[in-house]
C-alpha cells in the first residue's frame, strides 16, 4: 500500500516543483527580457525546464542566491545636465537700446483699401499710434554673450550692440550691470563689452575649433526669444561654410537649435570649451530649423584678444589681387586639380611690390598652411602677425617655389590701394578683383560688346567693330589682334601704362568671347611670356598646341590697366 500511497504524493511534489519553477521563469523574463536563450525560435517561449527527479537527500553545502541583475533601459544619450550646470553662470544676456528719431526706419503707416468696412477702425488705430509716439523713441533688442575673464570681458556679436545707445548685461543670478564697449571687429561680426562687477565672474575658455569633427556633439546656450539661459544640444553638422556674411567666412555648422536672441551665446564641446559663436541661422519662419552657423575659435580667439589689447584688430596684409583658379586655368599651368590662389595683380608699394610675388604667380601655401582654394588665402594672410616674415609657396613658370615675404598691416592698405587703378578696397588682408567688374571671369560678358567708343573711327562692316589699325593683324583663338598703336590707344580709350597686344575684334560664339573677352581687352601674357606683337601671340599659341595643352592661359588688362587671367580653350 505504501507505493499506491507515495505515488500521488510523489507527483504532487513534482507538480508544486514545477509550478515554482515556472513562477520564477515567469519572473526571470521580466527581468532579463533581452537574455532569452539563443536556442529558442523566435516568438517562441523558452522551454521550462523538467522536474529534477527525487533523490535522498544528501548532506551538501548552503548555496549562495545568486545576485538579482536588472537591466536598465537604454533612455537615449549621456545627459548633459552636470556639464551645463557648470557653464550657464557665464553665459550672459544683453539687451540694448537705441533712441532713433521718428523719422529714423520708419516707414508710412499702413492704410486699408478705400471702401474697406474696416477702413475707419484700421486708419484710427494706426494715426493714434503715431499720435503716442514722440519725436524720439527706443528701439530694444536682445542677444546673447559669454564671460571671457572673471574681471568683467564679455564677448558678443556686433550685430547684437551695434548702433547701441545703451547696453545692459544680464547675469544668471539676476544680476544687471552696465557695460563699456572695448572694440568691435564687422568683418567677423564680433565685438568684446567690459562690465566691473563687485566680485570674480565665472568665467569660460576657448576651445580649440580646428579639432572638432563632423558628427562631434555640441551644445549651445543662450537667450533665444528672450529665454535665457536656454541649453541645446546637436552635433557640427559641417565646417568651413561660406554664408557670403563677410570676407573671412569659414563657419561650423550645428543642428543645435538656434534662433533669434542667440546671437553672439557660446557653441560648447563636451569639455566645456567655446569652440564657436553662434552668428546666424537659415530660416524661412524665423525660427530654428536645424541649420546655424558659428564663428569658430580658431578665427574668433584671435580677434577677441585684439579688441582687447588694443580696442581694434590688427590684420596682416599681403597686397595682392586674386581670382580662383578655375579647371581651365589650371589646366593651362599644368596643375592636377584647380587650387591655389591666382595673382591677378600687385598692389604699388604693398608688401611684396618687391617683385617676390608676380602676377601670374598661383599661392599655393601660405606660412606652412595649405590654400585649397581662392578664399582660404585672405583669411590666413589677416591671421598672421603684422610684420612676420613667412614662406610663401608660389606655381611659377610650372615650378613651385618658396619665396619670403613680410606682412604689412592691413589699415596701412588704404592709401597704398587708392593709388593702384584696380582695388575695390576689400580689407581681405588681399585684395580681391572689383565685383563690379570682371565679377565672373569665365562667364561671357553680357553686356554690348559692338557699341562704338567714344571718338573711335565709324564702324565697319564687321559687327560694328573696330577695324584693325596695324599692318600684321592676326586671328587668333577667334580673336583679331593688331599692335597697340597712337590710333587703338585712343579708339579703345587704352591708357599709356598698358602695354601687349590689342584685341580689336571677338568672333561671336568663339570660345573667347564665351570667356568673355570684347574689343579693347589688351593681351598683356600668354603662359607667362609677354606678348610684343599679334605674331608672338599666334606662335605661343601654336607651340601651347605642340605640347599638349588644351587651354591657353592669358593675362588681360582692361583699358584702364586691370589684370584678370582667362583661360580659352584652343580646341
Not at 581694434?312 to 579647371?327: K, N, S, Y
Not at 589677416?382 to 589699415?411: H, M, Y
Amino acid at each position: 500500500m505504501a507505493p499506491t500511497i507515495r505515488s500521488p504524493f510523489r507527483r504532487t511534489l513534482a507538480l508544486l516543483a514545477s509550478a515554482a519553477i515556472m513562477a520564477q521563469a515567469g519572473v526571470s523574463g521580466i527581468a532579463f527580457a533581452q537574455t532569452t536563450p539563443e536556442t529558442a525560435a523566435p516568438g517562441v517561449a523558452a522551454p521550462v525546464p523538467a522536474a529534477p527527479a527525487p533523490t535522498s537527500p544528501a548532506p551538501t553545502a548552503p548555496q549562495q542566491t545568486p545576485p538579482v541583475q536588472t537591466v536598465v533601459p537604454n533612455n537615449g544619450p549621456a545627459s548633459v545636465a552636470d556639464l551645463a550646470e557648470g557653464l550657464l553662470d557665464a553665459v550672459v544676456n544683453i539687451s540694448t537700446s537705441q533712441n532713433v528719431k521718428d523719422d529714423e526706419g520708419v516707414g508710412p503707416a499702413p492704410r486699408a483699401p478705400d471702401g474697406s468696412p474696416f477702413q475707419e477702425f484700421f486708419n484710427d488705430f494706426f494715426n493714434k499710434q503715431q499720435g503716442n509716439r514722440g519725436p524720439n523713441h527706443n528701439v530694444s533688442s536682445l542677444g546673447s554673450g559669454f564671460v571671457i575673464d572673471p574681471a568683467g570681458y564679455i564677448v558678443t556679436n556686433n550685430h547684437v550692440i551695434e548702433g547701441a545707445d545703451d547696453i545692459e548685461v544680464n547675469f544668471a543670478n539676476g544680476t544687471k550691470l552696465k557695460a563699456k564697449l572695448i572694440g568691435t571687429d564687422t568683418k567677423t561680426d564680433l565685438s568684446v563689452l567690459k562690465v566691473e562687477p563687485k566680485t570674480s565672474l565665472k568665467s569660460v575658455k576657448f576651445g580649440d575649433s580646428s579639432e572638432m569633427r563632423i558628427g562631434d556633439w555640441v551644445m549651445a546656450i543662450g537667450n533665444p526669444f528672450g529665454f535665457g539661459g536656454s541649453v541645446t544640444v546637436g552635433i557640427i553638422s559641417g565646417r568651413g561654410r561660406n554664408i557670403n556674411a563677410g570676407p573671412y567666412d569659414n563657419f561650423i555648422q550645428t543642428d543645435a537649435a538656434i534662433n533669434k536672441g542667440n546671437s553672439g551665446g557660446p557653441l560648447f564641446n563636451m569639455r566645456g570649451e567655446v569652440i564657436g559663436i553662434n552668428t546666424a541661422i537659415i530660416s524661412p519662419s524665423g525660427g530654428s530649423i536645424g541649420i546655424g552657423f558659428s564663428v569658430p575659435s580658431e578665427l574668433a580667439s584671435g580677434v577677441v584678444e585684439q579688441l582687447r589689447q588694443y580696442g581694434e584688430t590688427r590684420r596682416g596684409w599681403l597686397g595682392v589681387r586674386i581670382q580662383p583658379v578655375t579647371d581651365d586655368i589650371a589646366d593651362s599651368l599644368g596643375l592636377d586639380t584647380a587650387k591655389g590662389a591666382l595673382v591677378a595683380g600687385v598692389i604699388k608699394g604693398g608688401p611684396v611690390d618687391d617683385g617676390s610675388i608676380k602676377a601670374g604667380d598661383v599661392i599655393l601655401k601660405f606660412d606652412g598652411k595649405t590654400v585649397n582654394e581662392m578664399r582660404d588665402l585672405p583669411r590666413v594672410v589677416a591671421e598672421s602677425t603684422v610684420g612676420k616674415e613667412v614662406d610663401v609657396v608660389v606655381l611659377r613658370d610650372g615650378k613651385e617655389q618658396t619665396v619670403k615675404v613680410k606682412l604689412g598691416r592691413l589699415e596701412d592698405s588704404d592709401q597704398a590701394a587708392a593709388g593702384d587703378a584696380a582695388p575695390d578696397g576689400s580689407q581681405d588682408g588681399v585684395i580681391t578683383p572689383d565685383p563690379d567688374e570682371n565679377d565672373d571671369m569665365d562667364q561671357p560678358d553680357t553686356g554690348d560688346q559692338t557699341q562704338p567708343v567714344p571718338g573711335a573711327p565709324e564702324p565697319d562692316q564687321h559687327q560694328g567693330q573696330v577695324s584693325p589699325d596695324a599692318a600684321t593683324p592676326k586671328n587668333v583663338l577667334g580673336l583679331s589682334l593688331s599692335l597697340l598703336s597712337p590710333e587703338t590707344r585712343k579708339a579703345f580709350g587704352i591708357a599709356e601704362s598698358v602695354d601687349g597686344v590689342v584685341v580689336t575684334e571677338v568672333a561671336p560664339g568663339s570660345a573667347s568671347a564665351e570667356k568673355g573677352l570684347k574689343p579693347g581687352d589688351v593681351i598683356v601674357e600668354v603662359a607667362q611670356e609677354f606678348m610684343k606683337s599679334p605674331d608672338a601671340v599666334a606662335a605661343k599659341v601654336k607651340s601651347l598646341k605642340q605640347e599638349g595643352r588644351r587651354n591657353a592661359q592669358l593675362m588681360i588688362a582692361s583699358a584702364n590697366g586691370d589684370l584678370r587671367f582667362v583661360a580659352v580653350p584652343m580646341e
